[in-house]
C-alpha cells in the first residue's frame, strides 16, 4: 500500500506542476536537484556551468511535464532531458571531437578497484577528452548501447565503440599510475 501510496502522490505532484503550481515545481527541483547536478556534472567539469546547465534542463523538464506519460520512472525521465541538455550544451560549445576511427577493442572494466575515492575516479573521468568523455558516461554510466549513443552524438556506431575503448585504456593507465604513486613505487 505504501508503495502506491507513493506512486499516487508523484503524481499528483507532477499533475500541479504541469498547472504551473510554483510549489510542486519547487518540491520537484528539490527533491532532484542535486542528483541531477551530479548527471551534469559528469558531462561538464566546472560546477557553475554544469549548475547552469542543469537549471536549463529543469526549465524544458516544467516545459515539458505534460508529455510525460508516466510509463517508467519519473526520475529516468528526468535524467535524460539532463543528459540530452548536456550534450546540446557541449555541442554549442563545440567541446566535443569524435575521431573517425572505426578500431577499438571490447575489454571489461568492471573492476575499478576500490581503494579509490568517488573524487579521484571522476578526476581522471574529468581528464579524459570531451569526446571519450561523453561516450564514456554514456556507456558505462547512463547504459545507452553504441547504436543509441551513435544516434544521440551523430556519429558512427564504430566512432562510439572506438571512443569508448580510447577512453578506458587511457582510465586504465591513469589507474596504474595512481596505484604506483600510493604503493611509493613511482
Not at 17 to 26: F, L, P
Request: hydrophobic share 40%; charged share 25%.
Amino acid at each position: 500500500m505504501k508503495i502506491i501510496h507513493l506512486h499516487q502522490e508523484e503524481t499528483k505532484i507532477i499533475k500541479l506542476a504541469v498547472e504551473n503550481n510554483r510549489q510542486a515545481q519547487q518540491q520537484i527541483y528539490s527533491k532532484f536537484s542535486s542528483k541531477m547536478l551530479s548527471v551534469c556534472r559528469q558531462y561538464i567539469k566546472d560546477i557553475q556551468l554544469a549548475e547552469d546547465v542543469m537549471i536549463t534542463a529543469f526549465m524544458k523538464v516544467f516545459t515539458n511535464l505534460k508529455n510525460f506519460e508516466h510509463k517508467g520512472s519519473f526520475e529516468g525521465w528526468i535524467r535524460r532531458i539532463m543528459v540530452n541538455e548536456c550534450i546540446s550544451y557541449l555541442r554549442v560549445q563545440k567541446k566535443v571531437k569524435f575521431a573517425e576511427d572505426e578500431f577499438f577493442v571490447e575489454k571489461s572494466f568492471n573492476e575499478i578497484d576500490s581503494q579509490f575515492t568517488v573524487e579521484q575516479i571522476q578526476y581522471l573521468i574529468d581528464a579524459l577528452p570531451d569526446g571519450y568523455k561523453m561516450v564514456f558516461n554514456l556507456y558505462a554510466i547512463e547504459g545507452y548501447k553504441h547504436n543509441e549513443i551513435a544516434k544521440m552524438l551523430g556519429i558512427n556506431e564504430g566512432t562510439s565503440k572506438s571512443q569508448l575503448s580510447h577512453a578506458r585504456k587511457m582510465l586504465q593507465t591513469q589507474i596504474t599510475i595512481l596505484k604506483k604513486q600510493d604503493n611509493g613505487t613511482e
